[in-house]
């Protein structure tokens, strides 16, 4: 049968999620744990590969098994033999039609930055410090521009993989919170490092470095030397996928807010 999980990670001290021949990994200790409960090899497939230092509250993933478990003595089970900072939330057998990447119709991704002069003692790997005073409404409208399916190609990493460079932003919002701004981005899909990448450009807009018209300069050009810096990983969580109501999924997991 397939299972599918919900699971919350800190991802500070993993070579991101992907499982590689060295390097502690998500995935890694996710199959491990898994193996252990079903008693034979687990091999996990996620909705979305976060990068080294992404954290992720809404991550879903599925795994096919012969073993027969209760929903929740999968999530204790694996839970059990977890390192403290991945948590599986909730566990669910679905039909085998159930992909989690491929049956995602929306992801979600929130940044957070932190937006004061001093840094943070408790926070250094779960923000993005920024000590300049960021001008919200400026990278409010800057990111509007960003909405709508456009060819991304300026906001990915030189090494993606995707195929194609288009995807739909269906909508992105940036809101303060006292000394917090946060970047919430809904889309189909995200290329690799496109989030931090949008968050480099909203921010270089916020700082007053760069206008309102870079940003449809940069989605013209195509082409990624142009849009400055990838904003720290520390800031990124993957907060949702969703899927079409015939699944009956949890849509999300809990929204990370400092301030």
Not at 3 to 31: K, S
Not at 56 to 82: I, K, M, P, Y
Not at 125 to 144: I, K, V
Request: aromatic share 10%; with cysteine.
């Amino acid at each position: 049968m397939r299972i599918a999980l919900g699971i919350e990670y800190e991802g500070t001290h993993y070579f991101g999620w992907q499982r590689q021949i060295e390097g502690r990994t998500v995935q890694g200790c996710v199959e491990q744990a898994l193996s252990r409960v079903a008693d034979h090899p687990v091999a996990v497939v996620c909705a979305g590969r976060t990068d080294t230092g992404v954290h992720a509250t809404g991550q879903v993933v599925h795994f096919d098994t012969g073993s027969r478990r209760e929903a929740q003595n999968w999530v204790r089970g694996a839970n059990a033999n977890l390192p403290g900072d991945i948590r599986v939330q909730w566990a669910a057998e679905m039909p085998e039609s159930f992909h989690a990447r491929f049956s995602a119709v929306r992801r979600h991704y929130r940044y957070i930055i932190l937006n004061r002069p001093t840094a943070s003692a408790l926070l250094g790997n779960r923000t993005c410090r920024e000590y300049t005073r960021l001008d919200t409404a400026s990278m409010t409208t800057a990111g509007q521009q960003l909405v709508g399916e456009h060819d991304f190609s300026s906001f990915r990493a030189a090494a993606c993989q995707a195929k194609s460079p288009v995807r739909t932003i269906y909508q992105l919002e940036v809101q303060r919170s006292g000394d917090f701004v946060y970047l919430d981005v809904w889309a189909n899909a995200f290329l690799h490092h496109m989030v931090r990448c949008i968050a480099g450009v909203l921010i270089m807009v916020g700082r007053g470095e760069q206008t309102l018209a870079w940003v449809q300069e940069l989605l013209a050009a195509r082409n990624r030397t142009l849009s400055g810096f990838n904003a720290t990983p520390a800031g990124l969580y993957l907060v949702a996928v969703h899927y079409a109501p015939e699944f009956t999924l949890p849509v999300a997991g809990w929204l990370p807010q400092y301030g």
